[in-house]
């Protein structure tokens, strides 16, 4: 059964821009550039609290990366922030370049990711973000659930010495997660334990796997929901270990299946313990204008597709081990 409730929805951004001014209340070397889009990457408070440490680069988004390169050269963590399509496609050679490649302490921090977006359309709702930026060497890329996670994870990739790539996004969803959590890179969650299949699940598709963990209950199936907040480095370790007693997998991202964690994990499986598996993701598709609930229910995220894609890799499951 699925134990996990919510009182209250907010949004991601909301959780980074907590996260960031409480980071710059501690750690004085931290600093924040945003590319004309302030109010939507709730980076005002920063601003404000901040004034020196705040620097409004205007539209140019190549620009802020090269900025960003060279403060760290001085010392500081600066922290990038604009729409997902603009933190990665616009400037990928920027980001490549400049930061990737000599392994610059840069925080790309991206919000408005995935169809969930909404009404913006197709041309905002970058679904490839997570494969660009993962098929960078060195770069760390992580995608929090909620809100207590986003903050939490914003908190703690200034510890971290080297690129990382923040995901996050614009609707009000269900916070479940810990106020006090601890965010570790790279370390997946267990939220609920169990026989069957593992779900592995990223971002806004977590909180659907919950909701259908009580559906495969009735139907006799024992679901193990784990968090993959970080993409890259993949936990391995925690990833191996479900698989080896549930025998099947479903991977659940508001993603392209190419090159998101579906594309990981299959990797990691074919290498170390290949079995059934099954991809929630948007199917080689670009987006639409539509509102969020619309596009995951037409691009088949939604719990119910959830549950289709437990059922078919479990009943895989049964006819590789009837065979």
Not at 255 to 280: F, K, T, W
Request: aromatic share 8%; glycine share 10%; with cysteine.
């Amino acid at each position: 059964m699925n134990k996990y409730t919510y009182t209250e929805k907010k949004d991601t951004r909301s959780g980074f821009g907590v996260g960031l001014s409480e980071i710059g209340k501690k750690n004085p070397k931290v600093v924040a550039l945003c590319a004309d889009l302030t109010g939507s990457l709730k980076m005002d408070a920063f601003a404000k609290e901040f004034p020196n440490r705040f620097f409004q680069v205007g539209i140019a988004e190549a620009n802020m990366i090269g900025i960003a390169a060279g403060l760290t050269i001085g010392g500081y963590i600066p922290y990038t922030g604009t729409f997902a399509n603009f933190s990665t496609g616009r400037v990928y050679d920027q980001i490549r370049q400049s930061v990737a490649y000599s392994g610059k302490n840069v925080k790309i921090c991206a919000s408005h990711a995935g169809l969930t977006l909404g009404e913006d359309g197709a041309t905002h709702q970058i679904l490839e973000d997570i494969g660009l930026m993962k098929m960078l060497p060195g770069m760390v890329v992580i995608n929090p659930c909620d809100f207590n996670q986003t903050k939490a994870a914003t908190i703690a990739i200034a510890n971290y010495n080297g690129p990382v790539y923040l995901r996050f996004g614009r609707p009000s969803v269900p916070v479940f997660t810990p106020a006090d959590q601890v965010f570790e890179i790279g370390k997946a969650v267990t939220f609920t334990t169990g026989t069957d299949v593992s779900i592995f699940a990223t971002g806004h598709l977590v909180w659907k796997a919950l909701e259908a963990v009580e559906a495969f209950a009735q139907k006799g199936i024992s679901a193990e929901v784990i968090n993959i907040h970080t993409i890259k480095p993949l936990d391995a370790v925690a990833i191996i270990q479900s698989v080896k007693k549930t025998k099947c997998v479903v991977t659940a991202e508001e993603h392209q299946m190419n090159g998101g964690l579906g594309d990981s994990i299959a990797q990691l499986l074919a290498r170390e313990y290949p079995c059934p598996l099954e991809m929630v993701a948007v199917k080689d598709s670009f987006g639409e204008s539509g509102t969020p609930d619309e596009l995951m229910r037409k691009y088949g995220l939604d719990t119910p597709d959830i549950i289709k894609a437990v059922e078919k890799v479990h009943a895989r499951k049964m006819v590789e081990c009837e065979g």
